[in-house]
């Protein structure tokens, strides 16, 4: 299963509202993560199951999605948010995305 | 407190063997309810499932990487580890040891990341 993100990039400035996509190659029904990497760090999981939050992530980030489009929507962006965000399909072969760079406007 | 270390050697001959060690601290390799695994990412670039494990030996490989993968683990030492064999400065990168909780029912994510080490494959 081939995961494309979009953009592969965007700037953004604190309190903005912005969304990423990600479409998978074939139904995946809801088996879809998301997760935000920081530099010199790993990955850390933000969402589930396209809309199932993980404990301990702030309630501003929010997935939607189901089949072959989902999205990541951050509102309210934190200065902590400025990073990069990967979608990842746990329906069959775990394939990433290939990630959106959120940087500073 | 849930920790996951890996270990191994940072440089690696092309053509020859990788291999790295996950060591497990505040949880078991022998629970049934996560699975145990790899991703990798080289540098400058995005991420690679490898493989993952489960306690009772039943793995789950990339298609792309299969036929030079093998994960195995140690339930005594509390411990998996991966091998990769004839590598290539492709395989250069930072590899993360990870778990993923597992359910009949749903679909999780990796929850639990090691903080990764550099392996740099090179003559």
Sequence with gaps: IQMTQSPSSLSASLGDRLTITCRASENIRTSLNWYQQRPGKAPRLLLYEASRLQTGVPSRFSGSGSGTDFTLTISGLQPDDFATYYCQESYSTSSFGGGTKVDIK | ?123
């Design chain 2, 1 to 123: 407190q849930l920790q996951l270390q890996e270990s191994g050697p940072g440089l690696v001959r092309p053509s020859e063997s990788l291999s790295l060690t996950c060591t497990v601290s505040g949880d078991s390799t022998r629970s049934r309810s996560y699975y145990w695994g790899w991703i990798r990412q080289p540098p400058g670039k995005g991420l690679e499932w490898i493989a993952n494990i489960y306690y009772n030996g039943n793995t789950y490989y990339n298609p792309s990487l299969k036929s030079r993968v093998t994960l195995s683990v140690d339930t005594s030492k509390n411990q998996f580890s991966l091998n990769v064999s004839s590598v290539t400065a492709a395989d250069t990168g930072v590899y993360y040891c990870t778990r993923v909780p597992y359910s009949s029912s749903s679909q999780y994510g990796i929850d639990v990341w090691g903080q990764g080490t550099m392996v740099t494959v090179s003559s």
